[in-house]
Structure formats: C-alpha cells, structure tokens
C-alpha cells in the first residue's frame, strides 16, 4: 500500500509540473489557463468564470460531463441549450445553431501538445465550428491524459485513439471500429471529416482552458 501511495504522488507531482507549464504555454498563446488537481476543483473554477444568467451551449464533450459540470450547470441559474433534450432531429439542429451566439461553449479537446497547440475531430463540424467562430467564451475541461509532447503526437492521439473510440461511442461503423485506430477512411460514418489545429486566439482570453490532473474523456 505503501509503495503505490508513493507512485501516486510521483505521478501527481509529474502531472502537477506538467500541468503548470502547459498552462503558461496556453497563456503565452493569448489564452487563459489553470491547472486544477480534480474535477471537482475543475467544476468550482468553471462557475467562478461563468456569470449566472450566461446563455451556455456544448456539443457532446464526455469530459465536461464526468467532470460534473453539465449537471452543475443544469441545476443552476443560467441558460442552458442542452442538445441531449431536443426531442427531434429539427430541435437538435436549433440547438446547435445557438451556439454560435451564446455567451460560452464547453467542451475539450481530443489532444494537445505540452506547447499548448491542440487538435479537435469532428464529423457534423459543430464543435470545430463553435471552437473556430461565434461564442464569446469557449471553456474547455482538459484531462492530463490528453496531453502529449507535440503537435505531431497531438495529431496522432487525436486520429489514432480518440477518434476510433467516439466512432465506437456513437455506435457507427467506420473502419476504425474494426482496427482500433485510423484508416484514413472515406466511410459515410467517418467521423475525421474536419480535422482543426488551434495554435492561438486572435480573441485575447477567448479561450478558458482548465487542466485537470484526472483521466477525463478519450
């Protein structure tokens, strides 16, 4: 027992360097960043940023869910464009569109670099879309295990692990279902359809991005 609370507080004093030189590297690319030790901490530091009554929308981000924050942010005063309660294809898309003049959008990434650079997949585009143009804040709960040394690894993680595992969540058939990572696939179901590096905000402080010493999401 004692030998493996010992490598547990290697790890988080690993993870706690890491995590605090990925946020100034975040902050050097005109973005705002915190390192946060646990979800919870990461669900505190979220609400200290959004004001009550802010109009909020998400795509399908699972770390903002595990994080506890869409619960969070359901019980709480604010406006919540929830997609997961449209009751029709029509409503969903509704939803979607609102994004791009709500006052913050949640999510994460599927990879970033220890030099703050992050890449995001996406099939429909909503959420590169919202990442790209629109919201006034976009806040992203970011799991240490999505960190990696370079954008190359960046690129890697995003295509060879995260995307086969969402292909698999969402139950469609792309190969990488198949294979266990990316084929490179023209599928109808191919969800690498738009691929986006983030490198800076043109927007000071557009971005607020919470690292969380935690295994949050894929």
């Not at 050097?28 to 646990?38: E, G």
């Not at 993680?157 to 292909?167: F, K, L, S, V």
């Amino acid at each position: 027992m004692k030998e493996d609370e010992n490598m547990k507080n290697v790890r988080e004093m690993r993870n706690e360097a890491l995590g605090k030189r990925v946020a100034e590297a975040l902050k050097s690319r005109n973005m705002d960043a915190w390192y946060v030790k646990t979800k919870e901490e990461a669900v505190r530091k979220a609400l200290e940023l959004i004001p009550e009554g802010s109009t909020i929308n998400m795509g399908g981000s699972a770390s903002v869910r595990e994080s506890g924050l869409t619960d969070a942010i359901s019980s709480g005063n604010y406006v919540f464009y929830d997609r997961d309660k449209a009751s029709t294809p029509e409503e969903k898309q509704e939803i979607a569109l609102k994004a791009f003049t709500c006052d913050w959008y949640l999510g994460s990434v599927n990879a970033m670099s220890e030099d703050g650079v992050f890449v995001n997949i996406d099939g429909n585009a909503n959420r590169v879309a919202a990442y790209a143009f629109g919201p006034k804040n976009v806040l992203l709960i970011v799991g240490m295990n999505k960190v990696v040394k370079t954008e190359e690894d960046a690129m890697h993680r995003a295509r060879n692990e995260a995307a086969p595992i969402n292909t698999q969540r969402f139950g469609i058939s792309a190969p990488c279902v198949k294979n266990g990572s990316c084929s490179d696939c023209k599928s109808p179901d191919c969800i690498c359809c738009q691929i986006m590096v983030t490198r800076f905000s043109r927007i000071p402080k557009r971005f607020k991005i919470i690292l969380v010493d935690e295994n949050l999401g894929f």
